[in-house]
């Protein structure tokens, strides 16, 4: 069965470090999203992707971030200057339609900013 | 704007017993509501869903059905695994305004079952 993959597990950065989260989504899917979890907080939505170009972003989402599709396959969230805040579990998702459908997660990366 | 609420955790049940996590939502419109489960060292599954007022999602055993009078998606099970501990996260997916397909979640319901 088809499914979202993601690198590294655990990442860990110094503050100020640039990091990249990379996700290859399932195939012949055509949306693509990046939420996070701060531990012990709730999942929250970051950025979705469509049509090679950002459909929606939330708040979180700032000129820090940063999100590419590189080649056909990778979907990459950047954060160009970590933060302590930062640190929390990222996760990618994919799904072949907008909204109403489901939505295929990776297992996430584990982000850890010292 | 759109919002969701489930019950704290952690839940710890006996094998066999009945499980609800209860779940209510906030939001402008007609969402999709949704019930993801995510087992130790992976990724959040779909666990079920439901698109429309009235509809019952259910899978593997669990149920919720989608209550548009008392904004909730309630998640039951009438006879729980070992197997199923995990954390189960409520969400929705708005179709008006702003929240075009991405999800907004619970903070999660860490489930424990013993033997």
């Known amino acids: 069965e088809p499914e979202v993959t993601q690198t590294p597990s655990h990442q860990v950065t110094q503050m100020g470090q640039e990091v990249i989260l990379r996700c290859v989504p399932i195939?012949?899917?055509?949306?693509f999203y990046w939420y996070r979890q701060i531990l012990g907080q709730k999942v929250e939505f970051l950025v979705s992707?469509?049509?090679?170009?950002?459909?929606?972003k939330s708040e979180i989402f700032d000129d820090q971030f940063s999100v590419e599709r590189p080649d056909g396959s990778n979907f990459t969230l950047k954060i160009r200057s970590t933060k302590l805040e930062d640190s929390a579990m990222y996760f990618c998702?994919?799904?072949?339609?907008?909204?109403?459908?489901?939505?295929?997660f990776g297992p996430g990366t584990r982000l850890t900013v010292l | 704007g759109d919002s969701v609420t489930q019950m704290e955790g952690p839940v710890t049940l006996s094998e066999e017993a009945f499980l609800t996590i209860n779940c209510t939502y906030t939001?402008?419109?007609?969402?999709?509501l949704f019930w993801y489960v995510q087992y130790p060292g992976e990724g959040l599954q779909l666990l079920l869903k439901?698109?429309?007022?009235?509809d019952k999602g259910s899978n593997k055993g669990f149920e919720a059905t989608y209550r548009k009078e008392t904004t909730s998606f309630h998640l039951e099970k009438g006879s729980v695994q070992v197997s199923d501990s995990a954390v189960y996260f409520c969400?929705?997916?708005?179709?008006?305004?702003?929240?075009?397909?991405?999800?907004?979640f619970g903070k999660g319901t860490k489930l424990s079952v013993k033997p």
């Open positions: 998702a994919s799904s072949p339609r907008q909204s109403y459908n489901e939505q295929f």
């Open positions: 195939s012949n899917h055509l949306y």
């Open positions: 992707f469509y049509n090679n170009e950002i459909s929606e």
């Open positions: 939001a402008t419109g007609y969402p999709s």
């Open positions: 439901a698109t429309k007022a009235d």
């Open positions: 969400a929705l997916s708005g179709r008006d305004g702003g929240s075009q397909g991405n999800l907004i």
